[in-house]
């Protein structure tokens, strides 16, 4: 079975400024710093550092260096990467004193994608492979209706969320991860077990992971049902618990663990990620979750 990202790339661009520019306003940055960012790169980061060989397709600029370096860092396969002469996705941070912050974001390559290179990049995988996606890349609908096609498990983190998503073919999905704001925004729901109901009514055949912060998780598929508290820790920063929570259970799902063990796998992962500051670097290893929690 193989794992594939299929998203976006970003090179983030991370200003400190006293305050957020208003309009017709300089102001001079206190500092800069740039990261590797985008969906698609952290995903196909958090599932390389559960262990599993994963491949990224996306489509990236001539400025795309650090993002490679990143993957080579990681072990991400970048055989079905496109590389074109154009700017890469970029975002542009901008971020106050008391951690507020103001994002411009520039698609650049990530709306590069085309028909022509769905099909190659699917050409490689087949029935049962895993497919990961969320909504940061043009030709969404594509991807899953080929995906479908072929009988692909298809995992999907609709974020960004906003109204595009609905338009796209959510009932092929196989596995939802939504958080609250997320749900809310599929479902016009805001209580989690309404969300869950919702979920259910709207994509009876797919199956729904929704993640609440502090107050755990849940697992929704017709009438099965489970839940998960978190494990208490001292957090930090939760950057990047979400694509933490995701790698995991699906690692557990390709191990063929049942969703309860797959949500205690989990959120044993994410209780170390939110523990440590940053992104992919916080993210544990499947041997630092054993030795934390000793069965
Ligand atoms: P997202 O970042 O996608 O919104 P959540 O904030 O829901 O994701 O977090 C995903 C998972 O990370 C939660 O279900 C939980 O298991 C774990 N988690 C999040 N916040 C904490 C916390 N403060 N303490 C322990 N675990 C946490």
Avoid: W
Wanted: proline content about 4%.
């Amino acid at each position: 079975m193989k794992i594939l990202v299929f998203g976006s790339t970003n090179i983030d661009h991370n200003y400190q400024m006293e305050h957020i520019a208003r309009p017709k306003e300089t102001v001079t940055s206190r500092g800069y710093e740039i990261h590797p960012g985008g969906k698609g790169l952290n995903q196909a980061i958090a599932f390389a550092k559960t262990g599993q060989h994963v491949y990224l397709a996306a489509v990236v600029g001539n400025d795309a260096g650090m993002l490679l370096d990143v993957m080579e860092k990681y072990d991400v396969d970048t055989r079905y990467l496109r590389k074109i002469n154009a700017p890469n996705g970029h975002a542009i941070i901008q971020i106050d004193e008391n951690g507020e912050n103001s994002i411009f974001l520039y698609p650049g390559t990530n709306n590069s994608i085309t028909h022509e290179y769905v099909d190659r990049v699917l050409n490689g995988f087949e029935k049962g492979d895993f497919i990961i996606l969320q909504n940061e890349i043009n030709r969404q609908d594509y991807i899953i209706d080929k995906a479908y096609e072929k009988g692909m498990v298809i995992l999907m983190n609709p974020s960004p969320c906003d109204d595009s998503l609905k338009a796209l073919p959510l009932e092929k999905v196989s596995y939802f991860f939504i958080n609250e704001v997320e749900g809310a925004i599929l479902t016009g729901e805001s209580d989690p077990e309404k969300i869950l109901d919702r979920m259910n009514e709207l994509y009876p055949e797919s199956r729904v992971i929704l993640t609440l912060g502090a107050e755990g998780s849940r697992f929704r598929y017709k009438d099965q049902y489970c839940s998960q508290a978190i494990f208490p820790v001292k957090a930090i920063d939760t950057v990047g618990a979400g694509d933490t929570f995701m790698g995991y259970f699906s690692y557990g799902l390709s191990q063929g663990m049942s969703p309860a063990e797959c949500l205690l796998l989990a959120t044993k992962a994410s209780s170390i990620t939110v523990t440590r500051k940053g992104a992919a670097d916080s993210i544990p290893t499947l041997e630092e979750i054993k030795e934390r929690y000793p069965d």
